[in-house]
């Protein structure tokens, strides 16, 4: 085999992306990487408050501030501290 078959094989073993299935870019730049970690620190601070029996429900959720509105639904928030 030559060089330029080997490459030929090589390329016909990545498996080819089916047409609309959406991929996500990773971040450009500094800032823009700052705010997706502290995105996904506040995602995983809220999760780790909720009863492991809930994780499954609340883990398909991708955004700190949905996830929030989600668990307020879902257990009501606290009585004590509600404003009247």
């Not at 080819?16 to 959406?22: A, C, E, W």
């Not at 995602?43 to 609340?58: A, C, S, Y």
């Not at 955004?63 to 307020?72: G, N, R, W, Y």
Request: hydrophobic fraction near 40%.
């Amino acid at each position: 085999m030559d060089q330029d078959s080997i490459h030929m094989v090589a390329a016909s073993k990545v498996p080819m992306l089916k047409p609309g299935v959406q991929t996500t870019i990773a971040p450009l730049t500094a800032k823009e990487k700052a705010q997706r970690m502290l995105e996904l620190k506040a995602r995983r601070t809220l999760l780790m408050g909720i009863p492991n029996e809930h994780q499954l429900k609340f883990n398909c959720i991708k955004d700190a501030k949905s996830l929030l509105q989600a668990i307020e639904k879902r257990f009501g928030g606290n009585d004590a501290t509600k404003k009247t």
